[in-house]
Structures are given as structure tokens and as C-alpha cells.
């Protein structure tokens, strides 16, 4: 039987975010789940999830979010750093609000809960943190640049938060390919909304990157998982 753990889960009312607090709740472990749509998250509490408010925007919000879980259970084993937006648009759209949602979710976001976690993780001795960033981590594709920036981004920084801390805490990026979720309705731009019809015919469930941050988080602790492309395998 899988040992326990805490996990943080975060992004978590819909799609992967949704697919990995349900799925990592039946396997037993105990999850805290944020968000921001509190109605959602209220849908997704049992006795396995534990939900509070989060936007991951605010640091100090991030902070009390992990201090919480901690005052709760005791500690916390892992975060799955999941909460992300995609309003794809051309450069030339010039669609800058939109770009620094982009920036300070898929990034600032994903700082917030390196930063919330990683007092508790150096203070134990152990964690685990995974990133959830995208196929765009690895690719650029017209309306995508400031997504695929950002993915980089989060790519880039789980690599080196990886290279830097001791090897009891392990570190985890999985980048997913097309997955059937709520993103791709933040398109605003017409052009973007409809190129993103096309890529996004073929399309796997959320549970197969679930599975994949299952199988992570499960293996042994002296074997880093350290990244994962989870894909349709008709996506080139």
C-alpha cells in the first residue's frame, strides 16, 4: 500500500488540477486543494481533499495556504504547481493584459509555491515539488509565444530548483501535450481561438497526466522522476 502523503494541489477546481486531487485522493493520499472558484472547490472537498480559497498571484495567500496544511496535518510531502492560463494570441494583437496574466500565473505563480513550500520541505528533510508546465515548454507555435515563454519559464526554474536543492527533496516537471480542459475558452483573440480548434482535435484525458504525477510522486525516495512528456500520440 502507498504510504500517505500531503499534497498541495493547486489549479485544482478543473482539468489536470481536478483530475490529480481526485485521483491522488483515491489512491489515499490526503490533498489540499486551491483555487479561486470557491463553488467549485466546495464540489471537490471529501474526506481525502481539503479545499481553501488560493490565488496563486498573491505570495502571502500562497504562503498561509501551505502554513495551513502544515498547522493541519502535521507537514507536507509535495506540491503539484498545476494553476495556469493560455489567452493565446499573435504577437501583433498586441494583447498586453493579457500577456501579464500569462506572467504572473504561469510564473509568479509557480515562484509563490516554490517559495510557500520550500521552508517546510528544507525544515523536514524532505518533498517534493512538481511543476506541471507544457508541451510549449519544448515548442513554439504561432499565438503562442508569451504562453510558451512562460512554460519555459516554469521548465527553466524547476530545472534549476532541482540542480540546487539536496536530494531529499525531489523535483518533478511533467509537461503535457493536448489535453481535453477549460484553457483554450480564455482565448480571446479570433485568429488564436481558431487555430487552437484544429490543434486541438485530438486531445487525451486529464487523468493521463494525473497518472503521470501519480507515478512520481509514488516511486521510491531515492528515485527522482525528474521529467515527463505526456502526450496524444497523434500530436507532432
Known amino acids: 500500500m502507498t504510504e500517505q502523503k500531503i499534497v498541495l494541489v493547486t489549479g485544482a477546481t478543473s482539468g489536470i ?35 481553501r480559497t488560493l490565488d496563486v498571484t498573491d505570495r502571502a495567500e500562497f504562503a498561509s495556504f501551505a502554513d495551513w496544511a502544515v498547522s493541519t496535518h502535521g507537514r507536507i510531502d509535495a506540491i503539484v504547481n498545476n494553476a495556469g492560463v493560455m489567452p493565446l494570441s499573435r504577437m501583433d494583437a498586441l494583447l498586453v493584459d493579457e500577456w501579464d496574466a500569462m506572467i504572473d500565473v504561469n510564473v509568479r505563480g509557480l515562484l509563490h509555491g ?8 528544507q525544515r523536514q528533510g524532505t518533498g517534493h515539488f512538481v511543476t506541471v508546465a507544457s508541451i510549449g515548454a519544448h515548442q513554439v507555435v504561432p499565438t503562442g509565444a508569451v504562453y510558451c515563454a512562460t512554460k519555459y519559464a516554469a521548465w527553466a526554474i524547476t530545472e534549476g530548483l532541482r540542480q540546487e536543492l539536496d536530494p531529499g527533496i525531489r523535483v518533478t516537471t511533467i509537461s503535457p501535450g493536448v489535453v481535453e480542459s477549460e484553457l483554450a475558452e480564455s482565448i480571446t483573440d479570433p485568429a488564436a481561438a481558431e487555430a487552437m480548434r484544429t490543434y486541438r482535435a485530438d486531445s487525451i484525458p486529464p487523468d493521463a497526466i494525473a497518472r503521470a504525477v501519480s507515478y512520481a510522486l509514488d516511486e521510491s525516495p531515492e528515485v527522482d522522476v525528474n521529467e515527463v512528456i505526456v502526450r496524444p500520440a497523434r500530436q507532432r
Open 17 to 51: 488540477g481536478a483530475a490529480v486531487a481526485t485521483r491522488l485522493a483515491a489512491h489515499g493520499h490526503q490533498v489540499v486543494a486551491g483555487a479561486r472558484r470557491a463553488d467549485r472547490l466546495a464540489a471537490l472537498a471529501d474526506a481525502f481533499i481539503d479545499v
Open 114 to 121: 516554490i517559495a510557500a513550500a520550500l521552508p517546510h520541505f
